[in-house]
């Protein structure tokens, strides 16, 4: 079952990853900064705020950003609170890929994800998932 997982998880994740870089050019990193920055106030999040959110560390972060800013697609600001701190700013660019990607790539989750499931299968996987999460997030360190 374990194996049946793992193997799911790596094929899901590559065939989503494959559809919005060949339907929207972007990585599945990048959607997931312009997601969360699309869900932020003002479109912007503080850098280790968004690398709590995304369960990744500064360096991942700040590699992928400067790539990014090349593409037009987010803008790094200064941290008015704390000179030492950074935000990620989506921009007009990106907002419109990541408005652009969303309806093909949940559609592309829909087809290769939730089609397959009944309605009870989904409720009692949605179950299973949360108290596996919730686990998770009660250990220590």
């Not at 899901?12 to 990048?30: C, M, V, Y």
């Not at 968004?50 to 593409?71: G, I, P, Y």
């Amino acid at each position: 079952m374990w194996k049946a997982y793992r193997d799911t998880f790596t094929g899901l994740s590559t065939a989503l990853q494959t559809q919005l870089l060949r339907d929207a050019g972007l990585s599945g990193s990048e959607y997931a900064v312009l997601v969360a920055l699309s869900y932020a106030p003002d479109g912007v999040l503080r850098a280790r705020d968004l690398c709590t959110e995304l369960a990744w560390d500064a360096s991942r972060l700040s590699h992928l950003v400067a790539r990014m800013e090349k593409r037009g697609l987010v803008v790094r600001e200064e941290c008015a609170q704390d000179a030492r701190g950074s935000m990620v700013r989506l921009t007009d660019a990106g907002r419109v890929a990541v408005d652009d990607a969303a309806p093909e790539h949940a559609d592309a989750i829909r087809r290769h994800f939730f089609d397959l499931l009944s309605p009870d299968e989904v409720a009692t996987l949605d179950a299973i998932l949360q108290r596996v999460r919730d686990n998770l997030e009660h250990l220590d360190g």
